[in-house]
């Protein structure tokens, strides 16, 4: 009768730990852009971005397209399950002659480009990246880098379309902090946009995004009663030992 206690609060802990991540949205930009979509919501070509990406994840068709000179895209989900965390995913194009954290070229001095998300209007991402001269800060991870080079100021650039300078792109499902969010409201707000000194939007540098997967779950905070059931294990399996 204690095993069988054991093995069913083993089976209850594990579900909690495990629980599994909800897709509660999508948008590949390629169809009539919802109601969800505010501020900038431009959806046009991806030019020489198609089928970059990974497996089952590739930019194609259309993307949202931001050259403004800093106005946000706004994207907002109501009635959410319950859920203690959310994941982002999103494939991001840094469009034409991003300046990273900044440089000097002669006597011209260029400040820095960010790229930042906000979640409730907390800042879950705010990375630089560098096309034209300059470093970013941003180090993606093993399969990040999906089109042009990271920090091509010496070269190693290419041109996928737009202004004519050197652009990039990048996979940011694979981006480790933008999984296991904390997040319980049933509503959430995510907003997109450039930051930084040096940003001059329109023609010089713009960005964009396709692809973009939200998903709910995922958390490994345990259900209530779960350290109840742990401890009636765990005091199972002593009371065995002891025999
Ligand atoms: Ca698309
Ligand atoms: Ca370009
Ligand atoms: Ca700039």
């Not at 960010?114 to 705010?126: P, R």
């Not at 990039?168 to 707000?189: C, D, F, G, Q, R």
């Not at 998903?215 to 065995?240: K, M, N, Y």
Request: aromatic residues 10%; hydrophobic residues 40%; contains cysteine.
């Amino acid at each position: 009768m204690k095993t069988a206690l054991l093995l069913c609060a083993g089976a209850a802990l594990s579900a909690t730990v495990s629980a599994q991540s909800t897709v509660v949205y999508t948008q590949n930009f390629d169809g009539v852009l919802g109601p969800e979509w505010s501020g900038v919501r431009t959806v046009e070509s991806v030019q020489g971005f198609e089928g970059k990406g990974s497996a089952g994840n590739y930019f194609s068709g259309n993307l949202l397209r931001n050259a403004s000179v800093g106005l946000a895209s706004r994207l907002t989900l109501t009635n959410l399950p319950p859920h203690r965390s959310v994941n982002v995913g999103f494939l991001f194009a840094a469009i034409d002659s991003w300046d990273g954290t900044g440089h000097t070229d002669g006597s011209q001095t260029y400040l820095e480009d960010y790229f930042t998300v906000t979640l409730d209007g907390v800042t879950i991402f705010n990375q630089s990246f560098a096309n034209m001269a300059g470093v970013g800060t941003y180090n993606p991870p093993v399969g990040g880098l999906i089109a042009g080079a990271l920090n091509p100021g010496t070269g190693g650039g290419r041109d996928y379309g737009w202004s004519g300078w050197v652009d990039s792109a990048y996979n940011l499902h694979l981006e480790p902090t933008l999984k296991n969010i904390p997040h319980t409201a049933s509503t959430m707000v995510l907003e997109f946009k450039a930051t930084g000194r040096g940003w001059q939007g329109l023609a010089d540098e713009s960005w964009g995004i396709d692809g973009v997967v939200i998903e709910t779950g995922g958390g490994v905070v345990p259900a209530p009663g779960a350290a109840a059931l742990g401890a009636i294990a765990l005091g199972a399996a002593a009371s065995r030992r002891r025999r």
